[in-house]
């Protein structure tokens, strides 16, 4: 049967408000953040506390502690010696990490799968371990306990996440590209400066910065290496918190995590952070 | 070794493990010739072309470009233009570094390359888009920059490796014709490497033929469409219709009378070569276009299974008893089947083609 409507209405659709389930996930997304950052949003309140001994609701407003920092020679020590080992091993791990992931891909043999795999055993060995033996090793080579070594120690870890993550940026880069610039005259090496280094910087970028953050926060292998010159701010950090408890110790580390949100802004200012995810 | 060819292959040969991606294969290209390089994937045509490019080294044999042996040269010296599928236009550089690349890579001053730059970029209709970004520009447009790129440095010899593969329909037969004219206009010796037959007979001036690692005919286009001689050939490049046959004997010069293995054992006749002996098999190929029907009675009478109207054709497909396969004919008007549901088939003897062998595959 067929209904003939003379006059054309127009009905209003009735728009359906946000159900049950909706509120349960806006609540659940806010506790999940609310877990996520409160501890550390806390640590930054008590780093402002008037009071000696971290407590929390603290009594009152402060900023002595970031003073006792400043103050502190080891804490600013080691914060040098931190920040340098963290942009050297990124550096390191760059320049040897690369060309071992472009070999990795580009070679289509059986000795570059296993070889990609190998790669990073330095992430699958549990760190205290690995500081141990290479310990023993850089002791054998009579490098001991230095800044040499600490920063060897590093760029071992710095290397697979360089690497692993220029790998898959490098793998989703067909050869055409590498084969044009051949065609149109270019050598070796300017295929590889003018051409593979600007399609593989994300991957680059992305791994660099891992490496930074890790290796700013590792204590394992610092662990081992921590000499008069060489110590690096999370082992003068816990070495502090084993004698004292006032919170210099939450000033300072507002100020770790300060670098590391800094050295984000940075790289999303230069490159965005997006195309770093997207890596 | 002549300096005048552009481009020639002497028994090339490549091995991959233990299966030969190409048999001995010798081709010579003359100057200013477009060659296209057709075959299904896997049959060696890709393979061919990066040996030319030296991404890939023969096994054996070896490579000349205007005389010269190259097959040890690695691709940065040999001189070459060449166009890939996906254009792999840098997507880090804009439309006038991209075509600019190649004249940079040989050192040639800034001004210079400029002047080469914009030159080229008019020539392939894309003036004024020299500080665009990649990614700004549309299929079309990238196959151009592709195009500019690869000639602006004059290369002895371009490839094409499946340069409009990417693009939809109505623009590949736009460029397919601009592509032919840029090409006649700059005489440049091309390969064009290919597995869409239309585009082969659009714009080369010979066809190489490629199946199973081999080349199996070269030729003209029309020499290729008329006259193929295998059935591979004949059905890679169109449609053919095959008919078994023997040889019945001479009939008038350079024909043969040839009984197809049918029902009531019609006799046609078909041109073939004079050596024929005795009463050998002989396989007949005829395109749809040249088949004729009439709802008169002739010696071949098939059943209508279908018509399909395509536009500027009907395409019939016919049923004839003794055959497995169906019959196609194309033909312009639409001609109506007799009372019993059968029409007649018939050809002139002009259009049987005799197939040299079994066919590849």
Same mark, same amino acid.
């Given at each position: 049967?067929?209904?003939?409507?003379?006059?054309?209405?127009?009905?209003?659709?009735?728009?359906?408000?946000?159900?049950?389930?909706?509120?349960?996930?806006?609540?659940?997304?806010?506790?999940?953040?609310?877990?996520?950052?409160?501890?550390?949003?806390?640590?930054?309140?008590?780093? @402002?506390?008037?009071?000696?001994?971290?407590?929390?609701?603290?009594?009152?407003?402060?900023?002595?502690?970031?003073?006792?920092?400043? !103050?502190?020679?080891?804490?600013?020590?080691?914060?040098?010696?931190?920040? !340098?080992?963290?942009?050297?091993?990124?550096?390191?791990?760059?320049?040897?990490?690369?060309?071992?992931?472009?070999?990795?891909?580009?070679?289509?043999?059986?000795?570059?799968?296993?070889?990609?795999?190998?790669?990073?055993?330095?992430?699958?060995?549990?760190?205290? &371990?690995?500081? @141990?033996?290479? &310990?023993?090793?850089?002791?054998?080579?009579?490098?001991?306990?230095?800044?040499?070594?600490?920063?060897?120690?590093?760029?071992?870890?710095?290397?697979?996440?360089?690497?692993?993550?220029?790998?898959?940026?490098?793998?989703?880069?067909?050869?055409?590209?590498?084969?044009?610039?051949?065609?149109?005259?270019?050598?070796?090496?300017?295929?590889?400066?003018?051409?593979?280094?600007?399609?593989?910087?994300?991957?680059? @970028?992305?791994?660099?910065?891992?490496?930074?953050?890790?290796?700013?926060?590792?204590?394992?292998?610092?662990? @081992?290496?921590?000499?008069?010159?060489?110590?690096?701010?999370?082992?003068?950090?816990?070495?502090?918190?084993?004698?004292?408890?006032?919170?210099?110790?939450?000033?300072?580390?507002?100020?770790?995590?300060?670098?590391?949100?800094?050295?984000?802004?940075?790289?999303?200012?230069?490159?965005?952070?997006?195309?770093?995810?997207?890596? | 070794?002549?300096?005048?060819?552009?481009?020639?292959?002497?028994?090339?040969?490549?091995?991959?493990?233990?299966?030969?991606?190409? =048999?001995?294969?010798?081709?010579?290209?003359?100057?200013?010739?477009?060659?296209?390089?057709?075959?299904?994937?896997?049959?060696? =045509? +890709?393979? +061919?072309?990066?040996?030319?490019?030296?991404?890939? %080294?023969?096994?054996?044999?070896?490579?000349?470009?205007?005389?010269?042996?190259?097959?040890?040269?690695?691709?940065?010296?040999?001189?070459?233009?060449?166009?890939?599928?996906?254009?792999?236009?840098?997507?880090? %550089?804009?439309?006038?570094?991209?075509?600019?690349?190649?004249?940079?890579?040989?050192?040639?001053?800034?001004?210079?390359?400029?002047?080469?730059?914009?030159?080229?970029?008019?020539?392939?209709?894309?003036?004024?888009? #020299?500080?665009?970004?990649?990614?700004?520009?549309?299929?079309?447009?990238?196959?151009?920059?592709?195009?500019?790129?690869?000639?602006?440095?004059?290369?002895?010899?371009?490839?094409?490796?499946?340069?409009?593969?990417?693009?939809?329909?109505?623009?590949?037969?736009?460029?397919?014709?601009?592509?032919?004219?840029?090409?006649?206009?700059?005489?440049?010796?091309?390969?064009?490497?290919?597995?869409?037959?239309?585009?082969?007979? +659009?714009?080369?001036?010979?066809?190489?033929?490629?199946?199973?690692?081999?080349?199996?005919?070269?030729?003209?286009?029309?020499?290729?469409?008329?006259?193929?001689?295998?059935?591979?050939?004949?059905?890679?490049?169109?449609?053919?219709?095959?008919?078994?046959?023997?040889?019945?004997?001479?009939?008038?010069?350079? %024909?043969?009378?040839?009984?197809? +293995?049918?029902?009531?054992?019609?006799?046609?006749?078909?041109?073939?070569?004079?050596?024929?002996?005795?009463?050998?098999? *002989?396989?007949?190929?005829?395109?749809? #276009?040249?088949?004729?029907?009439?709802?008169?009675?002739?010696?071949?009478?098939?059943?209508?299974?279908?018509?399909?109207?395509?536009?500027?054709?009907?395409?019939?497909?016919?049923?004839?008893?003794?055959?497995?396969?169906? *019959?196609?004919?194309?033909?312009?008007?639409?001609?109506?089947?007799?009372?019993?549901?059968?029409?007649?088939?018939?050809?002139?003897?002009?259009?049987?083609?005799?197939?040299?062998?079994?066919?590849?595959?």
């Amino acid at each position: 049967m067929t209904t003939i409507v003379t006059t054309p209405q127009v009905i209003e659709r009735r728009q359906k408000g946000p159900g049950w389930g909706q509120v349960l996930l806006a609540a659940y997304v806010l506790l999940f953040f609310a877990f996520l950052l409160l501890p550390i949003a806390i640590v930054v309140l008590v780093s @402002f506390s008037s009071s000696s001994f971290i407590v929390f609701p603290m009594p009152g407003f402060s900023t002595q502690w970031y003073y006792r920092i400043v !103050e502190y020679r080891p804490f600013m020590q080691s914060l040098l010696v931190s920040v !340098e080992i963290a942009l050297l091993s990124a550096l390191a791990g760059t320049v040897l990490g690369v060309p071992a992931a472009i070999w990795a891909v580009r070679a289509n043999t059986n000795a570059a799968q296993v070889f990609t795999n190998v790669m990073l055993a330095p992430i699958s060995v549990p760190a205290i &371990l690995l500081g @141990f033996s290479l &310990l023993y090793m850089l002791s054998a080579l009579t490098l001991g306990v230095s800044f040499l070594s600490l920063l060897i120690t590093h760029t071992v870890v710095a290397i697979p996440y360089i690497s692993r993550t220029v790998l898959a940026v490098y793998r989703g880069i067909p050869a055409d590209y590498e084969e044009a610039a051949a065609v149109l005259g270019a050598s070796r090496a300017q295929i590889f400066f003018q051409i593979t280094m600007p399609l593989i910087k994300p991957g680059i @970028f992305a791994g660099a910065l891992f490496s930074v953050l890790i290796s700013l926060d590792n204590l394992p292998l610092s662990f @081992f290496f921590g000499g008069a010159s060489s110590s690096s701010l999370p082992v003068v950090m816990l070495s502090y918190m084993q004698n004292q408890f006032d919170p210099s110790i939450a000033a300072i580390a507002t100020v770790q995590m300060l670098i590391a949100i800094v050295a984000l802004g940075i790289v999303n200012a230069i490159y965005g952070v997006d195309k770093l995810t997207a890596a | 070794m002549n300096a005048s060819v552009p481009l020639s292959l002497e028994n090339v040969t490549k091995r991959y493990g233990q299966t030969l991606a190409l =048999k001995p294969t010798s081709l010579h290209v003359a100057p200013g010739e477009m060659l296209a390089l057709l075959g299904p994937s896997g049959c060696g =045509k +890709t393979t +061919t072309l990066r040996i030319i490019a030296g991404f890939s %080294m023969p096994n054996t044999g070896s490579v000349l470009i205007g005389g010269v042996d190259v097959t040890e040269l690695p691709p940065n010296r040999r001189g070459l233009g060449m166009v890939f599928q996906n254009y792999s236009l840098f997507p880090h %550089m804009t439309v006038g570094q991209n075509v600019a690349y190649g004249l940079k890579t040989r050192g040639m001053p800034a001004a210079e390359r400029t002047k080469k730059v914009r030159a080229m970029l008019d020539l392939v209709r894309l003036s004024n888009f #020299e500080d665009r970004s990649i990614h700004q520009m549309s299929g079309g447009q990238q196959q151009r920059v592709a195009l500019a790129r690869s000639l602006v440095t004059d290369p002895k010899v371009l490839l094409l490796d499946e340069p409009l593969g990417a693009l939809d329909r109505n623009l590949r037969e736009s460029m397919q014709f601009e592509l032919r004219a840029i090409q006649r206009r700059l005489g440049i010796t091309s390969i064009i490497v290919t597995h869409d037959q239309e585009e082969a007979l +659009t714009m080369s001036d010979r066809i190489a033929v490629m199946a199973e690692g081999e080349i199996v005919q070269v030729g003209t286009p029309i020499d290729i469409y008329e006259r193929p001689q295998s059935q591979f050939v004949s059905e890679f490049l169109g449609t053919a219709n095959i008919f078994d046959g023997t040889l019945a004997g001479p009939a008038e010069a350079g %024909m043969w009378n040839v009984r197809l +293995t049918l029902p009531n054992a019609p006799v046609v006749k078909v041109a073939g070569p004079p050596s024929l002996r005795g009463s050998s098999a *002989i396989r007949v190929a005829v395109r749809p #276009e040249r088949l004729a029907i009439s709802p008169e009675s002739t010696q071949l009478r098939a059943n209508v299974r279908g018509i399909v109207f395509r536009g500027s054709y009907y395409a019939y497909e016919l049923d004839l008893p003794g055959l497995e396969k169906p *019959i196609y004919v194309y033909s312009g008007e639409k001609t109506v089947a007799a009372n019993d549901g059968t029409i007649g088939l018939g050809w002139p003897d002009e259009y049987a083609i005799m197939l040299s062998d079994g066919g590849v595959r």
